[in-house]
Nanobody, 120 residues
């Protein structure tokens, strides 16, 4: 299993940058993909924000809403995953979740989420 804990949420002023962290623990050798997802009120689905191949740390994928403004990165020495979004807007608000995926079993592990509120 993989345990994930997000941090860095809170109130962010529109036009500034946002940086989220996700601390991972457990059997990280099984992880094939690391990702960030966002869920907004009234929507049961979690929207992809960013995703990366855990083995190469390349093959980066970004959601259309953040393309060109977001960067996903990982510091393996600290067991941390990061998400940075520049020029934040109201549309970036929501609960951000960190996810790790084990492809062989189709198993996803999620953190508890961190709330981001954007102030105009």
């Amino acid at each position: 299993q993989v345990q994930l804990v997000e941090s860095g949420g809170g109130v962010v002023k529109a036009g500034t940058s946002l940086r989220l962290s996700c601390e991972a623990a457990g059997a990280m050798s099984i992880v094939d993909q690391w990702g960030w997802f966002r869920q907004v009120p009234g929507n049961q689905e979690r929207e992809l924000v960013a995703d990366m191949d855990a083995h190469t740390t390349r093959d980066l994928l970004y959601g259309d809403s953040v393309k060109g403004r977001a960067t996903i990165s990982r510091d393996a020495s600290k067991n941390k995953l990061y998400l940075q979004i520049e020029d934040v807007s109201i549309e970036d608000a929501g609960v951000y979740y960190c996810r790790s995926r084990w492809l062989a079993l189709g198993q996803d592990y999620w953190g508890q989420g961190t709330q981001v509120t954007v102030a105009s």
